[in-house]
């Protein structure tokens, strides 16, 4: 429960800090596009969002990718993998998570907002957002066997929850048939 709201912390993070820091390629704890994150030794079955996700399902779904970011430090040990990339039109970033957690594990975090439930694909999952004043970015949970994948879209600027929210279905409805089950 303690890596949802740390992946998810960091994610809001470097978003803000992004805003700040004009959303460079490395640092922030990232590191350079298509570098593996550490991981758990038995972690190592996660799909990495930065090595794993080919250009052509990212420009599909109207993703830069070129824009590339990994979200988590690759110096530090992590049962999360995340990426991110910039549309090329618009002032978001969408995140892909990738994770041993699990939606029951999302279910049962009190820093966590459920929205609704949702189906997309075969997939039951969950539309939520994170549960402290600001909060800015909408997630869409989808189970695997490895745990889950959450497709989080930020939106940098004003704009209602809402706009968030229909990205990130948007993202995860295009990206679904492609993930692992």
């Known amino acids: 429960m303690r890596a949802i709201i740390a992946a998810r912390t960091v994610i809001?993070?470097?978003?803000?800090?992004?805003?700040?820091?004009?959303?460079?390629?490395?640092?922030?704890?990232?590191?350079?596009?298509?570098?593996p994150t550490a991981a758990e030794p038995e972690m190592d079955n996660l799909l990495d969002p930065c090595t794993d996700i080919p250009?052509?399902?990212?420009?599909?779904t109207?993703?830069?990718?070129?824009?590339?970011?990994?979200?988590?430090?690759?110096?530090?040990?992590?049962?999360?993998?995340?990426c991110g990339w910039k549309p090329t039109a618009a002032n978001y970033r969408m995140d892909l998570l990738s994770t041993s957690k699990t939606i029951e594990d999302?279910?049962?975090?009190?820093?966590?907002t459920?929205?609704?439930?949702?189906?997309?694909?075969d997939r039951a999952g969950i539309v939520s957002k994170d549960?402290?004043?600001?909060?800015?970015?909408?997630?869409?949970?989808?189970?695997?066997?490895?745990?889950?994948?959450?497709?989080?879209?930020?939106?940098f600027g004003d704009r209602?929850?809402?706009?968030?929210?229909?990205?990130?279905?948007?993202h995860a409805t295009d990206l679904e048939p492609h993930l692992p089950r």
Do not use: H
């Open 160 to 170: 209602p929850a809402e706009a968030q929210c229909d990205l990130a279905i948007k």
């Open 106 to 112: 999302a279910r049962a975090n009190p820093n966590l």
């Open 55 to 60: 250009d052509e399902w990212l420009i599909e």
């Open 12 to 35: 809001a993070g470097v978003a803000v800090l992004g805003l700040v820091s004009g959303c460079s390629d490395v640092g922030l704890g990232g590191s350079a596009p298509g570098t």
């Open 114 to 121: 459920i929205l609704r439930d949702i189906t997309i694909g």
């Open 131 to 155: 549960d402290f004043e600001g909060a800015r970015s909408c997630y869409i949970s989808l189970p695997a066997e490895q745990g889950m994948f959450e497709i989080a879209v930020d939106w």
């Open 62 to 82: 109207g993703l830069d990718p070129s824009t590339e970011r990994n979200v988590v430090n690759p110096d530090k040990i992590s049962s999360w993998r995340i």
